[in-house]
């Protein structure tokens, strides 16, 4: 399973990094995502990152998230700026499969990590 950690409290306006890491096979061998569960919510993904390094992200974070990976780290890593109060929710990280716009999560759930950000 892969845990994703770096969450955290803050104001609008302001900057967080999540980290995702997990054992097993490297993450540089799998295209990867973060997801985004809002309070009441389905789960959707919001950053993915294929194994090539090309990256996609869902509209509503365009311009202020950015997903990249450290291969030596074998970590994935999501750059949150200029979060807002409809980022708040459980973080989550998953290896995928691109199946044209619809993005397949492949492994179980692991452990996601909780932002949350104040008006």
């Known amino acids: 399973q892969l845990q994703a950690c770096g969450g955290g409290l803050v104001q609008a306006g302001k900057s967080l990094r999540l980290s995702c890491g997990g054992s097993?096979?490297?993450?540089?061998?799998?295209?990867m995502a973060w997801y985004h569960q809002a309070p009441g919510k389905l789960r959707e993904w919001v950053a993915a990152i294929r194994i090539g390094g090309a990256t996609q992200y869902r509209d509503s974070v365009k311009g202020r998230f950015t997903i990249s990976r450290d291969s030596s780290e074998n970590t994935v890593y999501l750059q949150m700026d200029s979060l807002k109060p409809e980022d708040t929710g459980v973080y989550y990280c998953?290896?995928?499969?691109?199946?044209?716009?619809?993005?397949?999560?492949?492994?179980?759930w692991g452990q996601g990590t909780q932002v949350t950000v104040s008006s």
């Open positions: 097993g096979s490297p993450l540089s061998n799998y295209d």
């Open positions: 998953n290896t995928v499969r691109f199946f044209g716009s619809y993005i397949q999560p492949i492994r179980d």
